[in-house]
């Protein structure tokens, strides 16, 4: 089973919105810094290091806490993973190829984007991060 998981960063009230570059079928396309699993790694493992390649940012596992799991948005059968890092500093953001900018932005903000986008995974972000009390 394909899994892919990816990182919510949050800094005050702000959330790290990352956007693709030119993805053949997402286009530029809001998105988050994560991706697919390889062959024998679980949702955590393939979030930090994915996250890491992408962005530069070293995370450990008590640093994230998994907010979603399941295949429910998935058209495929992909099982999606979705985690949250509540940093205390804004980190420094190295970006790589996968995309092509990045802002930040308020929780509203944040949740109408990923509403409007093209991939069904940040549309399971929306509602999940909309559900979500305080975060």
Known sequence: MKIVAKL???????????????????????????????????GLVAMLREVD???????????????????????????YSLFIANLSEKPKVLM????????????????EKARKANDTYMHMVADVFSSLRKS
Do not use: A, C, Q
């Open 96 to 111: 790589s190829w996968e995309h092509s900018s990045y802002e930040w932005m308020s929780k509203e903000e944040f949740i």
């Open 8 to 42: 919510l960063i949050k800094n005050g009230g702000e959330y790290l919105m990352m956007y693709r570059s030119n993805h053949p079928t997402f286009g530029d396309d809001p998105d988050l810094p994560g991706g697919t699993s390889e062959e024998s790694e679980s």
């Open 53 to 79: 390649e992408e962005i530069g940012l070293r995370l450990v596992s008590g640093e994230v806490k998994e907010i979603y799991s399941g295949d429910e948005y998935s058209n495929h059968g992909t099982f």
